[in-house]
């Protein structure tokens, strides 16, 4: 196992933390001037990827010491410990490894003793063949007719990232399938999804590695019932419920058979689990081809976060840059802003990967961290978000280091929408590097000495850049893998557990204890005076 360091014990932190307070008022915008070729050497080129982080409040000498913080925090052992299924999710004793759902390697990599590569292999060759059932129409629902709807049951990492696919992927979409997502338990999302699909062309898919969170099974249940209700016959599952899940035996209560079980390992952390089964609803709607260069981009970006120098490496510079802002600078959030209609899910997304991995406060040796760890993601899809909470991102007391997504190729023929949408992004960038200062402002129309300091932008705002080609398949899967990466790379440095998330159980307990007392009917003063207060109302307004 990589060790467990305190980061703010280290040298590097130390002359960080020095370097800071005599650096931090470094000028982009000198820095630019001083050094011509700033763009080149502060970008990454990653096959159809530009990663441009030269529009950031650093220097040669702060990328030194950021790479000697990942060094001296062992970020290289790490990664291998990772990648060869060493259990570095310690509290749940599990390994990590949806890099291997990604793998088309047949290197063996053993988890207690037993080798996962042909698991992985037999399970994707499930999916494919699901896939052609499904497309070739020799799949069919209960009255006969070929599966039109996919409808995907499941929450957080077993929704979110497949629906953030589906979307991304919009224009690769097969001819006469559609697919929907049902996560909330709030029955508005199930019944908006029932009153758009014929249950007799729909499969539905259980996604659930517990299969025992309370939303997805309320769904579920809810819809096996209004399937039943319909066709009157229990035997009819099998042609209409898939389970994704590490649960048999539930599935199996459910009534679905082994045949339609498909399988995610508890060495798969559900919020990076789209790779594998969890990703059933991606390969059915873009289909299996498509699917697998999902994969295979997302594949290459791991074989460039192994084996890349730090310095080169596109995950590890946009991990280090980040803890530069949070610990040094104290950034409270970071805000991502992808330039695609497509990408309106990716923030949500984001907020799981990142927000469930690294919101710890307790370090791998067991003690409250004295350091920040993960901050808040926020954003929007742009040019929505200009309109809207830009002015706070340029003219605003916050430090919020930014993610401009931009995919350069479109899908559709609209050239001069893409052209403006690009430039747009790219104007934001610049905008936020130079600000505008009182003397550029002077010369503007109906400018005034009493106005002009509200037209005035401070600038020196830090922002990476991400061009893609064309957000295609293999692109996306590279793009989200660096983020994976990312998350890892702070976790490892932060020295806290990036894949359990034990802060999300005492809110679903507490759930319960309220259920029971609705259910019985009263409260009886067990809780604190407001939730009391709220329960009770609550009964009181579902009586009238
Ligand atoms: O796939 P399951 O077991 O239904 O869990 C869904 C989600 O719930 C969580 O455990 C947290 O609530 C996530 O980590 C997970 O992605």
Redesign the pocket.
């Known amino acids: 196992m990589f060790p467990k360091i305190n980061p703010t014990q280290t040298k590097a932190w130390r002359k960080l933390k020095a370097y800071y307070l005599t650096h931090h008022s470094m000028n982009m915008n000198e820095l630019f001037d001083n050094d011509v070729n700033r763009f080149d050497k502060f970008s990454i080129e990653f096959e159809e990827i530009l990663f441009d982080y030269s529009k950031n409040i650093a220097n040669d000498k702060t990328i030194e010491l950021l790479v000697d913080l990942a060094n001296e925090c062992q970020l290289s052992a790490a990664i291998q410990a990772m990648f060869t299924g060493e259990k570095i999710n310690e509290t749940e004793d599990r390994a990590v490894l949806h890099t291997a759902l990604k793998s088309f390697s047949d290197e063996e990599i053993l988890v207690d003793d037993e080798n996962i590569t042909p698991l992985v292999q037999v399970e994707r060759r499930r999916i494919e063949k699901l896939c052609n059932e499904i497309h070739s129409g020799k799949w069919k629902g209960y009255t006969g007719k070929n599966i039109k709807y996919i409808v995907n049951i499941?929450?957080?990492?077993?929704?979110?990232g497949p629906a953030m696919v589906n979307e991304a992927l919009k224009p690769y979409w097969l001819d006469g399938i559609k697919s929907y997502f049902i996560s909330n338990v709030d029955s508005a999302n199930l019944l908006e999804v029932v009153s758009e699909i014929n249950f007799d062309e729909t499969l539905f898919i259980i996604?659930?590695?517990?299969?025992?969170?309370q939303?997805?099974f309320t769904n579920a249940n809810t819809i096996k019932e209004m399937f039943l209700e319909e066709c009157r016959n229990e035997d009819f599952i099998q042609k209409h419920f898939i389970a994704i899940?590490g649960n048999k035996q539930a599935a199996n209560d459910f009534g679905i058979l082994n045949g339609n079980i498909y399988k995610?390992w508890d060495w798969v952390?559900?919020?990076f689990?789209l790779w594998g089964s969890m990703g059933i609803s991606i390969a059915l709607t873009i289909g299996y081809d498509n699917y697998e260069q999902l994969l295979k981009g997302a594949n290459s970006a791991d074989q460039h976060f192994v084996n890349e120098d730090f310095n080169k490496n596109i995950p590890v510079i946009m991990g280090l840059l980040s803890i530069w802002y949070i610990n040094f600078f104290n950034a409270q959030s970071e805000a991502v802003l992808p330039y695609s209609h497509h990408l309106s899910k990716f923030k949500a997304y984001l907020q799981?990967a990142a927000m469930?991995s690294n919101g710890k406060n307790i370090d791998r040796n067991g003690f409250p961290v004295n350091y920040k760890t993960g901050v808040a993601i926020w954003g929007e899809v742009g040019t929505n978000g200009q309109h809207s909470y830009h002015q706070l991102l340029h003219q605003g007391t916050q430090f919020i280091p930014c993610d401009l997504i931009i995919p350069i190729g479109t899908h559709s023929t609209l050239d001069d929408h893409q052209n403006k949408l690009i430039c747009n992004a790219i104007a934001q960038t610049e905008a936020l590097l130079k600000g505008r200062t009182v003397k550029e402002v002077d010369g503007l129309a109906n400018t005034t000495a009493e106005n002009e300091n509200y037209k005035v932008f401070d600038g020196n705002r830090p922002s990476n850049t991400i061009l893609l080609k064309k957000l295609n398949p293999y692109n996306l899967g590279s793009l989200l893998a660096f983020y994976e990466h990312k998350i890892f790379v702070q976790g490892v440095i932060w020295n806290i557990f990036s894949f359990d998330?034990w802060g999300?159980?005492l809110g679903?307990e507490l759930s319960k204890s309220k259920l029971d007392s609705i259910n019985k009917g009263g409260i009886s003063g067990e809780f604190d005076s407001s939730t009391n207060g709220l329960l009770n109302r609550l009964l009181k307004l579902q009586v009238n």
Request: net charge negative; glycine share 14%; with cysteine.
């Open positions: 499941g929450v957080g990492g077993s929704d979110l996604a659930s590695k517990t299969f025992t969170t939303e997805t899940t995610i952390c559900g919020r689990s799981q469930e998330q999300v159980e679903k």
